[in-house]
Each structure stands twice: as structure tokens, then as C-alpha cells.
């Protein structure tokens, strides 16, 4: 399929132990946003690649939380010393940027669960 | 106050009806409006995207957003079992260094057969 991917689709750690979650965004899309969606709070943005441009990290909540994106393509979110309240559904989305092709494209997210 | 707005639900209608979704947000520099369907344990899937005010249809979805009320809605006619889903708003300023979606909590709607 030409969608956004996401891997792993769920996973299970135990608190204070490192995640990595990837993301495989639309072939050409040169955009790339990651967001957190937990049970209360709805959907909220984490951080926003846009080629070689410096990315915006306003929403990451900690230092705890990193993310890259190699190659212009495919990212990886980070969270070190996992906590519980990092559990949540981490979500991927890729668009372009110009007229309606700016409408972002979700993958089916990641499942994280701390222990 | 947050930025936008939108009724939880849930909310549920027999089949066949017209269901009006709504969303109010705060920020006058939105000028993008998409709305999402989301299924259970899948990924938002975008169903309309509109730019500033007015209407646009698809189908059997209509988005309205009337940007001088700072009020965004998603009419569904003739619902179906299958749109059985929760709905999510989401607005987006215009240029600028990002271009990140601010979604509303989003309504749960369910379609009874």
C-alpha cells in the first residue's frame, strides 16, 4: 500500500526502559508530524520535519522524548526511562505542503503500554 | 479555554438520519479545516479539508466553516451504520515555521441500524 506506516503496531516495556518507535511516511511527501493521543486528552502534537529545515519540537513533553528523521524519510521517536503516563497510541502523519495536498495522512499507530 | 472545541457525544441516530457535527475554536489564524474519521484502533482517515470560509460537499458529507462565528460543522446525510465512528476537527494556521493540526477531544457518533 502507498500509506504511512508504523512499526511496531504495539508494544509493551516495563517503566524506565527505552522505546523506539518508526515511521515509514508517503513516498515524496516531504512533511512529517508525529502526535500522542491518550485516553482525556485527545490528540496533541509532538514534533514537525519539513525537509532540511530545523524541526519543531514545541510539543515533545520532556527531554525524555527525541525523534530523527534520516534521509528525508523515515523517522524514529524515542523515549528514554519510559514513565507510565507515557503510555498512549503514538501516531504518525506525512503530507506535502502546498494547497489541499497539505491535509496530513495518518498511519494506525503505535500501541504503547509501560508496565 | 482550549483552542478548539467539540462536544464528546456520544451521540447516536437510527439510520438514514442527518447528523450535524460541530467544533468552535479560538484562533483566528486558522485558515485550514480538515475533519478525520477515526475507527477503533485505527489511524484518523481525513474525510474533508476546507480552506477559510464556506462550503465544500462530498458525497454524502458537507463542511461548513463560517470563520467570522470561529464555527466549523460536518453534516452526514442519509447516515449509515458503517460512518459509526468518532469525528475529529481539526484546524490549521495558514504558512508559518509549522503547520501542525490542533484537533478538537472529537464527538463518538454512533449509527443504529
Known amino acids: 500500500g502507498a500509506g504511512v506506516s508504523q512499526s511496531p503496531s504495539n508494544k509493551v516495556t516495563e517503566k524506565g526502559k527505552d522505546v523506539e518507535l518508526r515511521c515509514d511516511p508517503i513516498?515524496?511527501?516531504?512533511?512529517l508530524y508525529w502526535y500522542r493521543q491518550s485516553l482525556g486528552q485527545g490528540l496533541e502534537f509532538l514534533i514537525y520535519?519539513?525537509?532540511?529545515?530545523?524541526?519543531?519540537k514545541s510539543g515533545l513533553p520532556s527531554d525524555r522524548f527525541s525523534a530523527e528523521r534520516t534521509g528525508g524519510s523515515v523517522s524514529t521517536l524515542t523515549i528514554q526511562r519510559t514513565q507510565q503516563e507515557d503510555s498512549a497510541v503514538y501516531l504518525c502523519?506525512?503530507?506535502?505542503?502546498?494547497?489541499?495536498?497539505?491535509?496530513?495522512?495518518f498511519g494506525d499507530g503505535t500501541r504503547l503500554s509501560i508496565l | 479555554q482550549k483552542e478548539v472545541e467539540q462536544d464528546p457525544g456520544p451521540l447516536s441516530v437510527p439510520e438514514g438520519a442527518i447528523v450535524s457535527l460541530n467544533c468552535t475554536y479560538s484562533?483566528?489564524?486558522?485558515?485550514?479545516f480538515m475533519w478525520y474519521r477515526q475507527y477503533s484502533r485505527k489511524g484518523p482517515e481525513l474525510l474533508m479539508y476546507?480552506?477559510?470560509?464556506g462550503n465544500k460537499e462530498d458525497g454524502r458529507f458537507t463542511a461548513q466553516v463560517d470563520k467570522s462565528s470561529k464555527y466549523i460543522s460536518l453534516f452526514i446525510r442519509d447516515s449509515q451504520p458503517s460512518d459509526s465512528a468518532t469525528y475529529l476537527c481539526?484546524?490549521?494556521?495558514?504558512?508559518?515555521?509549522?503547520?501542525?493540526?490542533?484537533f478538537g477531544t472529537g464527538t463518538l457518533l454512533a449509527v443504529q441500524p
Open positions: 476546507t480552506y477559510s470560509s
Open positions: 484562533n483566528s489564524a486558522f485558515q485550514y
Open positions: 481539526a484546524p490549521q494556521s495558514g504558512g508559518g515555521a509549522t503547520n501542525k493540526l490542533i
Open positions: 520535519f519539513q525537509g532540511n529545515s530545523a524541526p519543531d
Open positions: 502523519a506525512s503530507s506535502l505542503l502546498e494547497g489541499a495536498q497539505r491535509a496530513q495522512h
Open positions: 513516498s515524496g511527501h516531504t512533511a
